[in-house]
């Protein structure tokens, strides 16, 4: 019954490769987020949809790619990963674009060797 | 730009004590919500101020916001040693960005 769930919580991987990491929330928010947090915490935000429409897309490279097939899943596909992508990723959902609280999933820590 | 900075960085505390975390932010906002992370966790919401609100509580946490100054603070109180987290305050701009600082580490002893 977890309100916001991400897949994989690790994920090691080599330079060069194709990854992806899930998020599904059961809320019935419409609203999902990715947020990147850097080895000194630092929290930054990616991506965002509401109800599947993309609404804010940071200045991330294209390596990076966002899909939501539908309101209540985020999905996020990086190509060609870099030595730099490694961090914690963590996709949340709230109501209405942050009138509300978010909700965060548990993080992906992603390392790349 | 960062729009949440926080201060301090790292506080240190004994079990009972108040501990105070400020935030300051640098554009309009709508509101104003503080998080806490454990250690290896996601960030937990604990409390949310709007921007046409003073003052807040939740608990042992009292919150205050002052929009002319830009800034936020957050106050535990009788702390606890499973208070022990990153705490962070995030700012909602009328953009609809929720943009956060750089969070304070709270250490609470026994």
């Known amino acids: 019954d977890t309100a916001v769930s991400q897949t994989p919580k690790y994920l090691v991987t080599q330079m060069g490769n194709d990854k992806s990491i899930k998020c599904e929330q059961n809320?019935?928010?419409?609203?999902m987020y990715w947020y990147k947090q850097d080895s000194k915490k630092f929290l930054k935000i990616m991506f965002s949809?509401?109800?599947?429409?993309?609404?804010i897309n940071e200045t991330v490279p294209n390596r990076f790619s966002p899909k939501s097939p539908d309101k209540a899943h985020l999905n996020l596909h990086i190509n060609s990963l870099e030595l730099g992508d490694s961090a914690v990723y963590f996709c949340?959902?709230?109501?209405?674009?942050?009138?509300?609280?978010?909700?965060f999933g548990s993080g992906t820590r992603l390392t790349v060797v | 730009s960062q729009q949440g900075e926080e201060d301090p960085q790292a506080l240190s505390i004994q079990e009972g004590e108040n501990a105070t975390m400020n935030c300051s932010y640098k554009?309009?906002?709508?509101?104003l919500q503080w998080y806490r992370q454990n250690s290896g966790r996601g960030l937990v919401h604990l409390i949310l101020?709007?921007?046409?609100?003073r003052e807040k509580h939740s608990g042992r946490l009292r919150v205050t916001l002052d929009t002319s100054k830009k800034s936020s603070s957050l106050l535990i109180t009788a702390s606890r040693a499973a208070d022990t987290a990153s705490y962070f305050c995030?700012?909602?701009?009328?953009?609809?960005?929720?943009?956060f600082g750089q969070g304070t580490e709270l250490s609470v002893k026994p």
């Open positions: 949340a959902s709230s109501l209405e674009q942050g009138y509300y609280g978010y909700t």
């Open positions: 809320l019935g928010h419409d609203t």
């Open positions: 949809y509401n109800n599947k429409e993309l609404i």
């Open positions: 554009t309009s906002i709508n509101n």
């Open positions: 101020i709007r921007s046409n609100e």
């Open positions: 995030a700012a909602r701009s009328q953009g609809g960005k929720l943009i």
